[in-house]
């Protein structure tokens, strides 16, 4: 929903009440009203929107999927440390492909433990796992969000990878795959 109200804060009602968070401002500013119950929305949410891109081909022997090239467009508000931002992005992608194409927490339902119980047995993407990857930002400073104009990354990095591989492998194989990590049994 993103509507919002903009305040004025007035030197002489200020000091009536305390400061409180402003859902449109993003930070702690003075309100010139009490806060009441009212038809009005009053809060304001705002998203870090990204998009992603995967190649991706299937060994046609052994029905193994490995991308070969990705990416993604962040839209995170003003950029702060770009370095930092892009590497935020890069791990995001290698652990976004872990989820889609390695990583399992696979069940022995005769002993009712786990096979992979410790990092041995687990995978998890190594550097020759993953492809060459292109990561772009788009820099619209968002002062709704925050005084700074910046907005997170964090786990969106991730997020977007799985489907965006899974969407890539119906674009070759022409089979929906709806449920990660993508494996042999589920291409065959």
Same mark, same amino acid.
Request: net charge positive; glycine share 10%; proline share 6%.
């Given at each position: 929903?993103?509507? &919002? +109200?903009? &305040? ?17 401002? *993003? ?24 998009? &992603?891109?995967? &190649?991706? +081909?299937?060994?046609?022997?052994? %029905? ?33 492909? *872990? ?35 292109? %990561? ?37 194989? *022409? ?14």
């Amino acid at each position: 929903m993103h509507t &919002y +109200r903009r &305040y004025r804060s007035r030197q002489s009602s200020a000091s009536k009440f305390p400061p409180r968070l402003s859902h449109d401002q *993003g930070a702690f500013l003075p309100s010139h009203k009490p806060s009441r119950l009212s038809a009005e929305p009053c809060v304001f949410f705002r998203f870090t929107e990204a998009d &992603y891109k995967t &190649y991706t +081909r299937v060994d046609r022997d052994l %029905m193994e999927p490995r991308a070969t090239r990705g990416g993604g467009v962040f839209n995170a508000g003003r950029i702060v440390n770009a370095k930092t931002a892009h590497s935020q992005a890069i791990g995001g992608f290698a652990w976004g492909l *872990g989820q889609a194409l390695l990583e399992a927490s696979e069940m022995d339902h005769s002993l009712g433990r786990y096979v992979s119980k410790d990092l041995v047995g687990y995978h998890v993407p190594v550097n020759a796992d993953i492809p060459d990857l292109d %990561m772009s930002f788009i820099e619209e400073p968002d002062f709704h969000s925050s005084p700074i104009g910046a907005r997170g990354l964090g786990e969106l990095t991730a997020t977007g990878v799985g489907p965006a591989i899974a969407n890539a492998l119906f674009h070759a194989t *022409g089979k929906r795959i709806r449920d990660l990590p993508i494996t042999l049994d589920k291409l065959i």
